[in-house]
């Protein structure tokens, strides 16, 4: 396991080497010298501000007021029964140059008193993500709620009123009717927002329309990439827009073990979408990097940056689970992500080799 190197403080942790002579508040450096920071995907565990392991499994990021908020699962607790970790609840980072993180505690929180509630420690809350919304200046999540089985099958919706929390509990529902898997939500230029999810036990990847103030499905809807089911199935969508035009990247579905990614590109969100084969290219390319998507951000203030996201699942203890992000390459009509060991924010002002 590599550790991160700080040039002035003997410290850190790992996944980042940053040269910072000291780190404050929402992951602001303290002082105005310069730094150097480096991504090291999936190699070792990540730090944040405080030294602890970066718990945000699944996750997702909001950008708002330049400041990003990473949403994911705290899987801080015991594997049981070698596949799941009792619900602790969606954790909430913050940080201005995406390297290092300020935790802001649990932005939902597990309810542990009602063995009932969506929330219980027993059932499943996975791959949170969280949107605002301009016209109720609410901060909305949707996440995945399920029971230990993945037969429960529904999204959860919380809100609040500040990014970090803590998130309000609304309900949980299987949108349009259909079971609902793994998903993302998706807020586009014109303000209309989009649920993304696995749905009919993995036959189909729904995209529903989501009501103004982003809370309900509105009935509006399309089912695209119709599969048999697992494995050739798809789930951990991750989507983005790029000059007018939609990326979906998509997982098989095994489990926690990695597997080939799938992208498909759409000129409107409710497609056609046309699917163009794994973005990975290289070694390891078939089990994506050993990972799995779970989200596409764009870098702020950065043209044509965008960051693919994945979990490195280490199924036989979740906590340990690590992150793996690299930058996304377009080229002609397409995508293309290749392993880096290191990399920084600098390699998007390079050109795209063709
Ligand atoms: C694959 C999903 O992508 C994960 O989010 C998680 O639900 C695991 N399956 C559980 O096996």
């Known amino acids: 396991m590599r550790m991160i190197h700080c040039l002035v403080l003997p410290c850190l942790v790992l996944s980042v080497i940053c040269g910072s002579p000291s780190i404050g508040a929402s992951g602001e450096p303290s002082s105005g010298k310069s730094e150097v920071c480096t991504f090291l995907p999936g190699q070792g565990t990540w730090l944040d501000t405080d030294g602890h392991a970066i718990q945000a499994h699944g996750g997702g990021m909001l950008y708002h ?15 049981l029964n070698g596949n799941r970790v009792d619900v602790i609840g969606i954790s909430c980072y913050s940080s201005r140059d995406l390297y290092r993180w300020k935790f802001e505690g649990l932005a939902l929180k597990a309810v542990p008193d009602d063995p009932k509630h969506d929330l219980h420690p027993s059932r499943v ?15 909305v999540m949707w996440v995945h709620i399920d029971d230990a089985k993945y037969q429960y099958a529904r999204t959860g919706v919380a809100v609040s009123d500040t990014p970090v929390g803590p998130f309000r509990y609304v309900e949980s529902f299987r949108p349009n009717g259909g079971e609902s898997r793994d998903m993302t939500v998706f807020k586009d230029d014109d303000g209309k927002a ?71 590109v759409a000129d409107s969100i409710h497609g056609p979408w046309v699917e163009k084969g794994n973005p990975c290219v290289g070694k390891n390319a078939d089990k994506t990097f050993f990972a799995q998507s779970t989200f596409v951000l764009p870098v702020a203030g950065k043209k044509d940056a965008f960051i693919f996201m994945a979990d490195r699942w280490n199924s036989e203890n979740l906590r340990d689970s690590q992150y793996v992000w690299l930058p996304v390459r377009f080229t002609d009509g397409g995508i293309r992500l290749e392993w880096l060991d290191s990399w920084d924010l600098s390699q998007f002002d390079k050109p795209t080799k063709p």
């Open 65 to 79: 007021e330049g400041i990003y908020y990473w949403y994911g699962e705290n899987k801080d607790g015991p594997t």
């Open 194 to 264: 989009y649920v993304i999810f696995g749905t009919g036990w993995h036959t189909h990847v729904q995209i529903a329309d989501l009501t103004d103030d982003y809370l309900k499905p509105s009935g509006v809807y399309t089912n695209h990439f119709q599969r048999p089911g697992p494995p050739t199935s798809r789930e951990a969508p991750a989507i983005f827009k790029h000059q007018g035009r939609y990326y979906l990247i998509t997982s098989g579905t095994t489990g926690w073990a990695c597997n080939e990614a799938m992208y498909a």
């Open 125 to 139: 809350c996975e791959r949170p993500k969280v949107i605002f919304n301009d016209k109720t200046r609410k901060f």
